[in-house]
Nanobody, 126 residues
Framework: QVQLVESGGGLVQAGGSLRLSCTAS????????MSWYRQAPGQQRELVAT?????????????KGRFTISRDNAISRDNAKNTAYLQMNSLEPEDTAVYYC??????????????WGQGTQVTVSS
């Protein structure tokens, strides 16, 4: 089992910044990638940014140059804890959405699984 804990959402004025974090913990052997998605009211969920095991990143065109995804890993004897961050600068009202963390991971049995976070609300006022 993997637990995802998201934090960092909130209300900010246009032009401001927020930093989202997503911590994955549990019986993780390896994480293939961690991503942030977002879903605005009445719209489909869309990919915002991805970072893979090699720290290669990919961004939606709408956030390039404004958002940065990164991650750090802390491996203990029992569990691996991985945190992904989404630094969001120059926020625009169009960035208002619920942001979801998504993790693609392997357990110690080499079984691949995908887990979604509960979502965190980001609201940008004009």
């Amino acid at each position: 089992q993997v637990q995802l804990v998201e934090s960092g959402g909130g209300l900010v004025q246009a032009g401001g910044s927020l930093r989202l974090s997503c911590t994955a913990s549990g019986s993780i052997f390896a994480i293939n990638l961690m991503s942030w998605y977002r879903q605005a009211p009445g719209q489909q969920r869309e990919l915002v940014a991805t970072i893979n095991s090699g720290d290669n990143t990919n961004y939606a065109d709408s956030v390039k140059g404004r958002f940065t995804i990164s991650r750090d890993n802390a491996i203990s004897r029992d569990n691996a804890k991985n945190t992904a961050y989404l630094q969001m600068n120059s926020l625009e009202p169009e960035d208002t959405a619920v942001y979801y963390c998504y993790v693609d991971w392997l357990n110690y049995g080499m079984v691949r699984s995908r887990t979604w976070g509960q979502g965190t609300q980001v609201t940008v006022s004009s």
